[in-house]
C-alpha cells in the first residue's frame, strides 16, 4: 500500500522533535483516560517507538506491518468517543460516537445480518448438495468481506471483537498505530503533514478518500462482490449514489457544521463519488474478467449484475421501445453494461470507457483476456454537474441524472438558496416517475408509449426542465 515514494519524509528540525516529545507526554496523560486493559495485552509498538518511527521514513517503514485491528470497544471509553450524548465542549467530536453508531449506524448491525432469517435463506438458495467445504468456506469469506470485515487473525488485536460488524477502524483505519499519536496536541500537525495516513489513519474528512472507502463494500472489490447469483438468491442489488447513500447514513459527525464550511460539499461528494464507484467497478471487472482468464471453477462470466438489469428483466410486450431504440450504441439484444456507474462518466472517458464498453456488450461471452487488457488503460473523468442532461438510455441512467440534479438542489440551499416550491414540485414528479410501482421490483411501463407522460423523451424532457430551474435558481 504505501512505498517509500509516497511516504513523505518528515525534516527532523527542532519543532518536529519538540512535538515528539509532546506526544509522548500527551500520549501517558491520555493514556490516564483510557482504561488500561485496552492496552495491557496487545501494547503495539511503544510511544518511543513511534516517536521514532515518525522521525525517520525507513523506522516508518519497518513499522508498517499491516496495523492491526482494535476493534470499536478501544475507542468506546466515555471520555472518548462512548459519552451518551454530544459534548459541545469539544471542538473536533461529538464525543459519542460509539453510542451513535451502535444506536442508529444500520453498519452496527450487518454482523447480526449474516445471522438473520434472510441470510440464512440466500446461502440456502446458494448452496449445492455438490459444493466442497472449500467452496462454502469462500462464500462465507464473501459475506464477511462486507458484513464484518474482520481482517485476518494476525491483525486482531487482544480487544478486538468478533461480533464487532462494520466499525470505526473499517472507514478510519486499522488504529494499532494512530490510537496512541490521535489523541495528543500533535495530532493535527501529522494530519497536516501525511504522518497520520502513514501510521494507518485514513481521512475521511477528505471526500475523495471517504468516497472510495464507502466504495469498496458498497460497490465491491477483489473477493467481496455481491453478484447476480447472490440478488437471485435474495440479496439487494447494490445500486450505491455516494450523494444518496451519504444522506441515508446517519451523522456521528458534525455535518452541519461540515456544510457550512463548505457549501459545495454536496457536488463534491457527487463527483467524487462517480470517480470512486466507476474506479471500483473497474477494478471489480477487472477481478473478475482475471478470474474467468484463469478459467477458474467459481468464476461466472460475464457477471450479469455489471449490466442493465432491466435490459432482461421486464415485460414481454409488443411493440416495445426496446425493439426500435438502441440505446447509447448498444447493439440491439443485448444490455447494455455498466448503465449504473458509468452512465455520467462515459461522455467524459475519452475513448477508452466506450471502447470497453463496446467489448462488453459486442458478444455474449466477451473475451475475458482482451477485457484485461483493456481495463488497464481506462481514465475517468466527470462532466461538469451543470452540464450533463441528456436523453436517458434506460432507468439507471435517468435515475444517475435525477440523483445529480437533487445534489445540485442541495448544494444551492447549503449556500443560502431558499425553498423554491416549483423546485420541490418538480424533483417530486420525477422522482414518483422514476419509482416502482407497489409490488414491483423493477420500472415497469418507464419509458413505454401506454404510459402517459413516460416515454424516454418526456423524461428527458422532465430532466432538462428541472436543470434549467436550477440554472435559474443558481443566478438569482
Ligand atoms: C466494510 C463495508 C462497508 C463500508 C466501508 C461502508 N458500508 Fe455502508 N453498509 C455496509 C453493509 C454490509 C450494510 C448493510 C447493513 C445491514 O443492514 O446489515 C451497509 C448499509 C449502509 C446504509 C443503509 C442502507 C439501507 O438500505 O438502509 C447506508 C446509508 C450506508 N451503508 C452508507 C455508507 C456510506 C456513506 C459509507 C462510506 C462513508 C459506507 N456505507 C461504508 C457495508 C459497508
Ligand atoms: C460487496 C459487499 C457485500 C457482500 C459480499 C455481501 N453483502 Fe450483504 N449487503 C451489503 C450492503 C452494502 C447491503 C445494504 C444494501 C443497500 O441497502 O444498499 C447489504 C444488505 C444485506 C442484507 C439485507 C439487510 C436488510 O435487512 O436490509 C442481507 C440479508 C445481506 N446483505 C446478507 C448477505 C449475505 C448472506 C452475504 C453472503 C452470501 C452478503 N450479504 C454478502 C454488502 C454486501
Ligand atoms: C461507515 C464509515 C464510518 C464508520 C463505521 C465510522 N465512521 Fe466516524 N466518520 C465517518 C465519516 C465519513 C466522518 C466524517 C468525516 C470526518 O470528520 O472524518 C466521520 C467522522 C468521525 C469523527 C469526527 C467527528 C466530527 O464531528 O468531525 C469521529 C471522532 C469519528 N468519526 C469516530 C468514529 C467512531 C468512534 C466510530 C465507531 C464507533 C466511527 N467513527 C465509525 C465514517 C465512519
Ligand atoms: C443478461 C440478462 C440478465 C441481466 C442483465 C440481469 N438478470 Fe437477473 N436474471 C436473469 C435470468 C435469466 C434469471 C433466471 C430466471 C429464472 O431462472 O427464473 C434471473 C434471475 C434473477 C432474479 C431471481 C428471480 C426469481 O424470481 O427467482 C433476480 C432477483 C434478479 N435476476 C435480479 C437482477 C438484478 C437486480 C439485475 C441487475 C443488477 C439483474 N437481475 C440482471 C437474467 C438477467
Redesign the pocket.
Known sequence: MFTKATLRMPSRDNNRILQSILAIVWFNVALMFVERDTFAADPGPSVEQLAMAIDSADGLLATLRPQKFLGARSCAASACHGGIDPDPRFPLSRRNEYVHWLDQ???S??????ESARSKAILQRLSRSTDSEAVRASRLANCY???N?QPDQSRRGATYYERD??SCE??HGASEQWIGPHVTQAWPGLKQTGDAAALGFVE?ENISI??K??????VGSAG?EVNHDLIAAGH?ALK?E?T??????PKHWRDEEERKSNSQLEIALWKDGQVACGEAAINLLAWRASRAKEELPDAVWPEFAEYDCYACHHDLVHPSWRQTNSTSGTPLGMPAWGSWYFSRLMSKAGEDLPQLAKQMQGSFRPDPASIVRSVDSVQLAVPKIDALVALPSNWDDATQQYLALVAMEQAQRDSGKIDDSELTASITSLRQRLAFPQRYDSPKGLFEQSEPGATRGDVHKSLSELMNQLLRRGEQ
Not at 448491525?109 to 449474516?114: K, Y
Open positions: 449506524d444500520p453498519h448491525r450487518s454482523f447480526q445480518t449474516l468481506g462486507c458484513h470485515p460488524s462494520v473499517v472507514c475521511t471517504r468516497a472507502a464507502c466504495a469498496q463494500c458498497h467481496r439487494p450505491f455516494m444518496a447513500y451519504h444522506a441515508m447514513l
